[in-house]
């Protein structure tokens, strides 16, 4: 069975701190990789996707995130955080062929000061 | 598009009472998703439907819940009777055929059981 581990439960960061945050899925075929953003009191939004080429993927609020196929990882990464970016965030897997769901991970707490 | 959408946004209701909750995909997606959000367990997939049609809904946690989608444009998720421990948020999400397609979540209703 597919499944999704962050490691981190709880990261916490001043503003302009670099941020990476892990994602380890289990799974031998082919998937597609997500990461979402869930901002207080808000539904989650697509930070940004990878289906295939460039492993290295550019997303929205200068988040990106590089998929290592030998390690099974697809961790999110941001140069410098803003307070803004206090959220959960959700790494996501599915495997690639149709009529599948999505695994989600436990979510990472993001918690930035000003 | 008004994106996908749910009703109520929030429900506060007595154990044992029944509880709906709706939801109305973004028009065109023919994949529906019904996820449970808890600090404990985090976000769990109860079921998905394509083209109308139940597809696996081994995350339902018991006869208790049931969903359904009568068509295209509305899908329902039913709790009766309602206990305690169902309080959560409730996401539907939806997305279109294809591999290579992100799900869109709604807002979300946080149920509430007492």
């Known amino acids: 069975a597919q499944s999704v581990s962050q490691h981190n439960h709880h990261v916490i960061l001043s503003e302009a701190a670099s941020l990476e945050l892990g994602c380890n899925y289990s799974y031998g075929g082919t998937v597609n990789l997500f990461w979402y953003v869930q901002y ?9 996707k990878y289906f295939s080429g460039d492993p290295l993927v550019k997303g929205i609020k200068g988040f990106e995130a590089e998929f290592i196929k030998s390690k099974f990882s697809f961790n999110l ?38 | ?39 404990m367990r985090g976000l769990e997939l109860l079921i998905y439907f394509n083209n109308n049609v139940p597809i696996d809904d081994s995350g339902m946690p018991e006869d208790r819940f049931s969903a359904k989608m009568p068509n295209a444009s509305f899908s329902t998720l039913k ?31 946080r149920l509430t059981v007492l």
């Open chain 1, 40 to 48: 207080p009191g808000q539904h989650l939004q697509l930070l940004l």
């Open chain 1, 77 to 114: 990464r941001k140069p410098s955080v803003q307070w803004s970016d206090t959220a959960e965030y959700f790494c996501a897997v599915n495997a690639r062929q149709a009529g599948t769901a999505l695994i989600f991970g436990k979510g990472t707490t993001l918690s930035v000061s000003s």
């Open chain 2, 1 to 39: 598009d008004a994106g996908v959408i749910q009703s109520p946004r929030h429900e506060v209701t007595e154990m044992g009472q029944e509880v709906t909750l709706r939801c109305k995909p973004i028009s065109g997606h023919d994949y529906l998703f019904w996820y449970r959000q808890t600090m």
């Open chain 2, 79 to 109: 709790i009766q009777p309602s206990e305690p421990r169902d309080s959560a948020v409730y996401f539907c999400a939806s997305r279109a055929s294809g591999r290579y397609n992100e799900q869109f979540f709604g807002p979300g209703t």
